[in-house]
């Protein structure tokens, strides 16, 4: 049987290229993590304090390269296997699957300049606002500019997937959308709805602010923009991982998925909930009043629910191929499954820490259990389970299994990939619990100096100085393992090519069909049509009071500038 390489050799060449890019950022990100660990707990200090800003240089471009740049391309690339594996056919138009994958490359290099320039003085550029970056901080033009072209570049990799599949239905009518497709249409529906926001917020607020077009915007008004979008980018990085988790994973167990129609409802809900929940992350910001930040809560309640739901299923999808291995006993079917496999070993690990990071996450949802945690060390220990584990460690774990069918080379150096993810599980857990840990006394994150001087900290037990140790030992531990990882990829890569029917690896990349397929579940739950305006409903009735409230504060200050695109628009 031919291998994906064989069969889409162009597709595999832009998957190839996707992860290539994807793994440089890892690379680049992950120094930028161990430099962090190293500077924050005092235990090597090489970069400039606070003063000189460098530090928020070097974590501005931890944050950007890693989960934006990282989790993105390894994303079109998945996404680009799974829609032609599944459907069987190729993209259906080269030109425009050249142009996004130019046009995100370009985006991510203008962006990654204008950070790395803040390393220099003596460039005029810099772009310390971190991730989340809304005003009153300020970045270099380049850097929205990039973020920009980045974007719409995403936003045609969806219409190139979109295409393909209306082309296959055109001969398949009556067909049901198989079940990768189904994932890949309903994310990329849920990303163009929440970037509605952070481009809103680009490109009126930040672009006009950063080219001293405005003297001053209203903050509240893009952090209430840039969280529209910013609650739902988590799930953009987490539906690749459960696209996995659903169909790779179950068969790596050497089991079938336990209900497909469970998995579409899921994903639905991603789509209705992902965006009408931002105000979480603006619990404790002054002038949004109350009753919005209850209606976020109760909506991010509901938004546990798909999650739960696949912890549900896709543990009895692993338990059921346990089972079919010869497991037995409440828990004794664990010791069955295939430990040694690194793709298994680092998908499961990275789900057991997800449901850790998913305990975290409910804590942060808690309106009044929040103003404890916020701004504290806790969110980076939070969200270190969650993007940096749940979707860091499936996306490692999945390119074990999948880079032989886009290489047509055999993985290498299997031993090493065999230690990796129980690495980074044991570098995590030590990492993540400290950062919990020293949330909870009170230290404060986005600081070179969390110390605050003539204070002395105060844990519940432990000490300060055994807190650093875990974050930095935990770092240096996932400092090795994503090298480690990186070696194994670039090993694999170095290979020679075997033919299409050598090596085990490369020819078992079948999904096996769910134990109950989608033939069990109602017909509209594939009309992506009735979800998308639904969604579109939820997000106006959540969001047009706060935004109409905040945004009748004023939007700019200091200029003509709006009186002038008034005038403009209304020419
Ligand atoms: Fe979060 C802050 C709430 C999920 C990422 N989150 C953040 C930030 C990031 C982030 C990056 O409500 C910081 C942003 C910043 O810089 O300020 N988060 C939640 C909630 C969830 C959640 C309710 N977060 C995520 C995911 C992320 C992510 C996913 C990235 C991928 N988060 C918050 C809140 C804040 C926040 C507040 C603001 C905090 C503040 O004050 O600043 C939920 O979606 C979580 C649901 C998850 C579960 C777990 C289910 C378990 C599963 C495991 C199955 C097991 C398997 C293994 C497969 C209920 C699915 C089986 C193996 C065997 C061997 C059997
Ligand atoms: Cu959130």
Redesign the pocket.
């Known amino acids: 049987m031919a291998t994906f390489i064989d069969r889409y050799p162009f597709e595999a060449k832009v998957v190839r290229y996707t992860f290539a890019v994807s793994f440089l950022f890892l690379a680049l990100g992950a120094i930028g993590g161990m430099i962090q660990a190293l500077h924050r707990t005092g235990y090597l200090r090489f970069i400039g304090d606070i003063t000189d800003g460098s530090y928020y240089t070097v974590l501005t471009s931890h944050g950007v390269f890693l989960?934006i740049f990282f989790t993105v391309f390894f994303l079109v690339g998945i996404f680009t296997w799974a829609v032609t594996k599944e459907l069987d056919r190729e993209l259906g138009n080269p030109r425009l699957t050249k142009y996004w994958v130019t046009s995100m490359t370009v985006g991510a290099i203008l962006t990654s300049v204008a950070i790395i320039g803040g390393f220099s003085d003596s460039v005029p550029m810099s772009a310390d606002v971190l991730f989340?970056f809304y005003a009153p901080m300020g970045a270099h033009v380049l850097f929205y500019l990039g973020l920009t072209i980045f974007i719409t570049g995403s936003w045609v990799a969806g219409y190139d997937w979109f295409k393909t599949w209306w082309d296959w239905k055109k001969e398949n009518e009556g067909k049901r959308i198989p079940l990768m497709t189904f994932m890949v249409l309903t994310t990329m529906l849920m990303w163009y709805l929440g970037t509605i926001g952070v481009a809103v917020e680009v490109l009126f607020f930040l672009i006009p602010f950063s080219l001293g077009l405005v003297s001053e915007v209203n903050p509240l008004l893009t952090r209430t923009l840039f969280w529209f979008f910013g609650h739902m980018v988590?799930?953009f990085?987490?539906m690749p991982v459960y696209l996995l988790?659903y169909n790779v994973l179950p068969k790596l167990a050497g089991g079938r998925l336990f209900s497909d129609p469970l998995a579409r409802v899921v994903f639905i809900l991603f789509l209705l909930l992902s965006v009408p929940v931002g105000i979480?992350?603006q619990?404790v910001d002054p002038g949004i009043p109350e009753g919005f930040k209850f209606m976020m809560m109760t909506n991010?309640m509901f938004?546990?629910l798909p999650?739960?739901l696949?912890?549900f299923t896709?543990?009895a999808s692993?338990e059921h191929g346990a089972r079919q291995r010869g497991g037995t006993g409440y828990f004794g079917w664990?010791r069955t499954?295939p430990w040694g496999n690194p793709a298994f070993s680092g998908m499961?690990l990275a789900?057991?820490m997800?449901?850790a990071g998913?305990f975290s996450?409910?804590i942060?949802?808690g309106m009044n259990i929040?103003y404890l945690?916020?701004n504290t060390f806790w969110?980076p220990g939070?969200?270190h389970l969650?993007?940096g584990t749940?979707?860091a460690l499936t996306f490692m774990a999945g390119t074990y299994w999948l880079l032989p069918q886009i290489t047509g080379k055999r993985l290498a150096a299997k031993k090493a990939a065999a230690v990796q993810p129980f690495l980074w599980f044991v570098g995590m857990t030590f990492m993540s619990n400290a950062m919990h840990r020293a949330g909870l006394f009170g230290m404060p994150r986005r600081t070179s100096e969390p110390q605050y001087e003539g204070f002395d900290y105060e844990p519940a037990f432990g000490t300060v100085a055994e807190i650093d140790a875990q974050v930095v030992g935990g770092g240096i531990l996932l400092t090795l393992s994503t090298f480690l990882f990186l070696y194994v990829v670039v090993r694999t890569w170095m290979g020679t090519r075997v033919s299409a029917d050598g090596g085990d690896e490369i020819i078992d990349d079948e999904i096996p069909p769910a134990l109950s397929g989608p033939e069990d579940s109602p017909r509209v739950l594939d009309n992506l049509k009735l979800w998308t305006a639904i969604a579109i409903l939820l997000v106006i009735l959540a969001y047009a009071l706060p935004i109409a409230h905040i945004a009748s504060q004023g939007l700019y200050e200091g200029s003509e500038y709006f009186p002038m695109l008034l005038e403009v628009l209304t020419a």
């Open positions: 989960v989340t988590v799930y990085w987490l988790w979480h992350h619990y991010t938004l546990l999650s739960l696949t912890a896709v543990v692993i664990l499954l499961a789900g057991l997800f449901a998913g996450g409910m942060n949802a929040n945690v916020h969110v939070h969200f969650t993007v749940a979707v």
